[in-house]
């Protein structure tokens, strides 16, 4: 048998390869591609895991311009198949970053909560629970530290969303809802099902497994939070000034929304726990008090004389207080709960310029701003690794203007939570 004649099969090569290199130039005809890991000549990446582009940004000014000044194209999240057909359907948790019907309700009930969060109208909460939690403390002389600074944080956010009160950290009700968010984690992790590996299995008919695991997490998920949003609106809790209530109430444009409530709640429970502000910052402190000590007498000479021996410092006092601000500061900057950042998506092909240069981030790309690298630029922090509180303060030990921080993340999510 005779071999394909020699000529064809040169010139099939060559436009193949031509394909590849007029596909790959194709959108970055305006602008080149951020710098990132090898490929190989003329292909590039493409056989390189993940499918989607996916852009680290490691400085806080590109971060901004790009998650907040440009948030109309990069304000969406990646989902992934099995989330997107099987543990979330409806969209309920990602109805902040889609632009849904639902995105566009849950943005208008968040931002009227949040800005009476900003108002101070949660501050009697905050302090009561500080006050329980230094009670707890001193009572047990220190042991179960880190229980119960995961109890304030949950509590706290707990009792605004429901009305539900943890004074020991216990309480059945709360353990089903950190039982309940741990399991939403972990199916939302690329490894949970196979379907996000191999996603043409999902055509397969009948109860398959990730089926069968999604049904009975959202079953256990609704009557968790149906219970949640019935006491708040109904029940023991129902006199209460509680966000399930504002969800819940038919008397507002938006009519009865409690749907939206569990997703709600849920991020505002992992910000408690995973995020900046309660509990991993909370130990971060406590392990800086441990390895730099050396600070800590003049926080208490500062709060002696401010608040003096016979009170708790309060929210007005905040003013008064630089370095204990300066304090809170470093916690976030030294040790940032989110290492990695939230992954953000584009819904829009768009060009960014860094340092005089032109990159092109096609539609579909993932953005993920790492706090880490940020808050860890040596050349913005000297002795970055080190827990130094008067990095914020200026020569008159008054508080450093133009404070930014990655600590919340971009874009509207980081506003409402700053």
């Known amino acids: 048998m005779h071999g394909l004649p020699l000529q064809p099969v040169i010139a099939a090569a060559i436009a193949l390869l031509a394909g590849v290199y007029l596909l790959r130039s194709h959108t970055a005809s305006r602008a080149r591609r951020p710098p990132g890991p090898p490929g190989l000549p003329l292909l590039g990446n493409i056989l390189q895991a993940p499918v989607k582009p996916v852009f680290l940004i490691g400085d806080i000014t590109l971060a901004k311009e790009i998650l907040e000044k440009r948030s109309a194209k990069f304000s969406s999240r990646p989902t992934l198949p099995y989330v997107r057909s099987h543990v979330d359907p409806a969209q309920l948790y990602w109805s902040f970053s889609k632009q849904t019907e639902s995105h566009f309700i849950a943005r208008r009930l968040t931002t009227g909560l949040m800005a009476a969060v900003r108002a101070g109208e949660t501050e009697p909460l905050q302090q009561f629970e500080a006050l329980l939690n ?38 059945p009700d709360l353990k089903e809802i950190i ?27 009948g109860p398959m497994p990730w089926r069968k695991q999604a049904r009975t997490y959202r079953k256990r998920e609704d009557a968790l939070y149906d219970k949640l949003i019935t006491r708040a609106v109904s029940g023991e809790a129902s006199g209460m000034n509680t966000w399930a209530a504002a969800f819940a109430r038919e008397d507002k444009p938006e009519g009865d929304q409690r749907q939206l409530m569990n997703q709600f709640a849920g991020a505002a429970i992992d910000v408690a726990f995973y995020f900046t502000g309660t509990a991993v910052s909370l130990h971060a402190f406590i392990l800086a008090c441990i390895l730099y000590p ?27 207080l630089p ?5 809170v500061r470093e916690t976030l900057r030294w040790r940032p709960a989110v290492r990695f950042g939230v992954p953000h998506q584009s819904t829009a092909d768009d060009v960014v310029e860094y340092k005089g240069k032109e990159y092109f981030i096609p539609k579909g790309s993932i953005i993920i701003a790492v706090s880490w690298a940020i808050e860890h630029d040596q050349g913005k922090f000297e002795n970055h690794d080190m827990f130094q509180p008067e990095r914020f303060l200026d020569d008159t030990n008054n508080l450093k203007s133009g404070y930014e921080t990655s600590a919340f993340g971009f874009g509207r999510r980081g506003k409402l939570l700053h």
């Open 134 to 171: 230094v009670t707890h403390l001193l009572d047990g002389g220190g042991k179960n530290w880190f229980h119960h600074i995961d109890r304030v944080s949950a509590s706290m956010v707990l009792s605004a969303a429901f009305g539900l009160h943890c004074p020991t950290g216990q309480e």
């Open 323 to 327: 370095f204990v601000e300066a304090i």
């Open 294 to 320: 050396e600070w800590i007498p003049r926080a208490q000479r500062e709060i002696d004389a401010i608040v003096g021996e016979d009170r708790l410092p309060s929210f007005k006092d905040r003013p008064h």
């Open 179 to 205: 039982v309940c968010i741990a399991e939403m984690v972990r199916l939302a992790l690329p490894s949970a099902s196979i379907v996000n590996v191999l996603p043409f299995l999902d055509i397969i008919p």
